[in-house]
């Protein structure tokens, strides 16, 4: 029996109840079945950054403090990468939980991008803000 919130994952070709998204980093099709799991695993990773970007920078300041330049370079690149995966999970898992807010999967969310880009594609260029001549008159 197949439900109405099922769709086909065209990239490993299998029916996934509830779809949400095709996970390319963990190759697996999260639906219903999986989406608690994978939210903690956000939610995971994003303590795991967030607590490694304290650590280093910890390590940072106590190798500037002993005067010790290749730690203190390492530290503080390292410091940065993980700043930049902790702000990566953080804003997908904010996005993910704004989607569960409103009841949308992502894959509805797409499919609803779609549909309002279409529409404004559709939108002739008289109708836009201000219309061709506010364009011509404000030209540089």
């Known amino acids: ?42 939610a995971y990773h994003c303590l795991f950054c967030l607590y490694g970007v304290v650590v280093h920078t910890r390590m940072f300041i106590c190798s500037y403090h002993a005067g010790n330049v290749y730690s203190f370079v390492s530290f503080l690149v390292l410091a940065v ?7 990566a999970f953080f804003v997908f898992y904010s996005f993910m939980s704004c989607l569960r807010a409103c009841n949308m999967t992502t894959y509805d969310f797409i499919l609803k991008f779609r549909r309002l880009r279409k529409r404004f594609r559709d939108i002739p260029e008289s109708c836009h803000i201000g219309g061709p001549e506010y364009l011509s008159s404000h030209e540089m």
């Open 81 to 87: 990468v993980e700043f930049g995966f902790w702000f």
């Open 1 to 42: 029996i197949v439900s109405f919130s099922s769709k086909h994952c065209h990239i490993c070709g299998k029916c996934v109840d509830g779809f949400d998204h095709h996970c390319d980093v963990l190759e697996i099709c999260i639906g219903s079945g999986n989406i608690s799991l994978f939210r903690s695993f956000l």
